[in-house]
């Protein structure tokens, strides 16, 4: 494997899930692979999780390790062939991407969606940039379309948990006073269309996510219906895809209570609203996993940058 753009880099899952649990148990039985090799991580959004598993990741592996806050640190870069640049652009991917390289090994990039274009968030021009113009390897620390680390990192946190050999796993929408973009419950989708589950979608109407990642995934309009006998519940807010980026419901009765989660296990990437997205008693609970999750996102980037430097 050359880049990691999306959960589609994945091979086969199920193994990626086991070496990944393997490297759980002995994180730093790799530490020689990455010695003199450098990665560069480069923020253009913020970030807690991210930032810190994969550079624990990267450190696990023995790779030297430079973070860069690109959106607020770096040059404002220029995506367009052939422009005048005379507004508010100072570089062009090309240079930038290239420089880059220069100066490390692999280049893991976070750059989330406008949520104002459509058509330009859909052509990853930063990821997509950098994948160009550079010679070495991309990872997608989440992009305008997809979070292939996270939803790495909750498989793994499935597997981990699971005890059914057809677990019945829900993506439920949940109400957000702002506008977020769709690359969670992608890559999530994705992931779980690879699985052997009982996959449901449920969102109010409106919030259909983009069919050609859905496929043909099970979609249920009624939360209370879609979350009978569930196992595991996936929360998280996006905003709409068919009237892009807007939010055309705020429902809050759509947030997620113990009484509603029932029996099942309660997941979320994280960050999350309390109270807004999910009530306290859901998260306080040990029927939540999202600090698990969060823990799982050190082993699969570690799985990811290991595959990597295995074919440098
Ligand atoms: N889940 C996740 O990506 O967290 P951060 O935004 O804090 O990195």
Redesign the pocket.
């Known amino acids: 494997m050359k880049h990691y753009i999306s959960i589609q880099d994945i091979d086969s899952l199920s193994e990626w899930v086991k070496d990944a649990r393997n490297l759980k148990t002995n994180p730093l039985q790799s530490k020689g692979l990455g010695q003199g090799k450098t990665i560069c991580l480069l923020f253009f959004n ?6 810190l598993s994969t550079q624990k990741a990267a450190m696990n592996l023995g790779l030297e390790v430079m973070v860069m806050n690109f959106g607020s640190e770096g040059w404002a870069l220029e995506y367009e062939d052939g422009t005048v640049m005379d507004q508010g652009t100072s570089e062009h991917i090309k240079e930038a991407a290239q420089v880059v390289s220069q100066f490390c090994d692999i280049v893991a990039i ?1 750059a989330f969606a406008s949520l104002t274009d459509k058509e330009k968030d859909e052509a990853e021009l930063v990821l997509n940039g950098f994948k160009k113009h550079t010679s070495i390897p991309v990872v997608n620390m ?1 992009s305008s379309i997809g ?1 292939p680390l ?1 939803a790495l990192a909750d498989a793994i946190t499935l597997d981990e948990q699971n005890t059914k050999a057809k677990p019945k796993v829900v993506l439920s929408w949940a109400p957000h006073p702002k506008a977020l973009p769709h690359a ?1 419950a992608n890559s999530f989708t994705e992931m779980m269309l690879k699985q052997n589950a009982d996959f449901v979608i449920t969102h109010p109407k409106g919030y259909e996510l983009n069919p050609e990642i859905t496929k043909d995934a099970k979609i249920e309009y009624d939360q209370f219906k879609a979350l009978e006998n569930a196992d595991f519940v996936y929360v998280k807010n996006w905003s709409s895809y068919t009237d892009y980026g807007k939010v055309i419901n705020q429902d809050k009765n759509w947030m997620m209570t113990k009484e509603k989660l029932g029996n099942a296990k309660f997941m979320h ?3 999350v609203r309390r109270n807004v997205v999910v009530e306290d008693a859901v998260l306080d609970s040990n029927q939540s996993l999202v600090i698990e999750q ?1 823990n799982n ?1 050190t082993y699969s980037a570690q799985i990811v940058l290991k595959k990597i430097l295995e074919n440098l």
Do not use: G, I
């Open positions: 913020n970030s807690l999780r991210t930032r976070r989440e979070h996270q969670v990437c994280l960050p969060a996102r």
